[in-house]
């Protein structure tokens, strides 16, 4: 009997035993996690408020705005159906009497965390934002609202991509649709290149194609956009595009030229909504 009591007092004091390390446990996390939440704050506020109002590359992004968000709406506009999910954006249709089809890009400002990705979005913003390139066969952007939690890009809605809209085509596409879709994409090329951006993504995935709409496409994704003002500018050195669709040069060689890059992809999309040949043979290069 006293050594069945022995045992059970023993028994008890692990079991308080351990219940003092569960507590001592949870609230080390706790202390983690309210140390996590602080430096993520101050990561937040270093990204989005002190480089912007500080880095003249970055004065695109807007000073913080006051306008209501919800989980169903930001401001006046309704977050409708998700349209996509990109690595840190969702992205969400919307529509309002004045506009009935709208996009909604909304950026998860504690999933993008690099100095790299902060560039994008205001290159993004500035670019669509110049009124020397809008045009119909180019994306418009109506407004940018900064809030705590996210940047809201609403624009315009357009078609599906060309991946989505004509899916894989085994010999291609008609020459009938070809012609029209390759001439209203140069012209709208053609918006950026007199008023001396790149764009340096040109790809299907970049591409909306509306058969409805008389200009049949519309350019998005601005994110690697480059305004080159002077013949010095065009000469860029940063690695960028998607594989099957960026010049050689960009891999080959120290630098190359961003107009003549987007050529290059214009040929590619070409290739491929014709013949459906994913990427240039290496043996041309």
Known sequence: MDSFKIQAEDAIQKAQHLELEQEQFFGDVQEMKAQYDKLAENHRKLMWEYLPARDPSLRAIPRMSTQTETPTAIGKYPLEQVMGYGQYAVV???STPEHPRLAIKAIDKLKLVDLVSLHRISSEISSL??????????????EVIHTNKHIYLITERGGKDLFEFFGSPVEGLAETTIRPLMLHLAQAVDVLHR?????RDLKPENILYAPGDPHLVKLIDFGLCTKAVTEKDRVLHDFCGSPGFFAPEILLQDSYDGLKADVWSIGCVLLEVSSAIREVPSALF
């Open 92 to 94: 969400y249709s919307s």
């Open 129 to 142: 934002s110049d009124p020397a390139i809008k045009h119909p066969g180019i994306l418009d952007l109506l």
């Open 195 to 199: 008023n001396n951006y790149c764009h």
